[in-house]
């Protein structure tokens, strides 16, 4: 497997996560996260509290990732996705579909890649199309 596809696995198995501790699985303790939601922390044992929080509303969590772009050097990478959600809630009530657009760096630490950095951000009337 190419560093290009670990990368984008580990990003592709975050979007698909259902738990904080799926969704945390290649963090450290020191990774930054900013979420959507006006959050951030350090560090994968607080997040996934969040995580499950956030997860713990709802009954389903459909992430389809709609662009993903990789840029790796040497030992780091940056992956920048662009997601359609698409969620419903415990009582089964769905919500519209939201765009959110997620960047993730990476670095390569004893053989394995690591996520250092988050940071997610919501796009609200916005098609996914990034400009080129």
């Known amino acids: 497997m190419t560093d290009k596809q670990a990368v984008e696995n580990i990003v592709v198995a975050i979007s698909k996560s259902f738990s904080g501790a799926e969704?945390?699985?290649n963090w450290t303790e020191k990774t930054i996260w900013f979420d959507a939601a006006?959050?951030?922390c350090v560090g994968a044992e607080k997040a996934s509290k969040v995580f499950d929080e956030a997860f713990?509303?709802?009954k389903s969590c459909?992430?389809?990732i709609l662009d993903i772009r990789t840029n790796i050097n040497g030992t780091s990478a940056l992956v920048c996705s662009v997601q359609k959600w698409d969620t419903v809630n415990k009582d089964g009530t769905a919500n519209p579909p939201f765009m959110?657009?997620?960047t993730d760096y990476l670095e390569k630490i004893n053989?394995?890649?690591k996520v250092l950095h988050e940071h997610t951000s919501a796009a609200a009337d916005w098609d996914g199309k990034i400009v080129e």
């Open 23 to 25: 969704s945390t699985k």
């Open 62 to 64: 459909d992430v389809e």
């Open 111 to 113: 053989g394995e890649w």
């Open 56 to 58: 713990g509303n709802l």
């Open 100 to 102: 959110m657009r997620q």
């Open 38 to 40: 006006p959050y951030a």
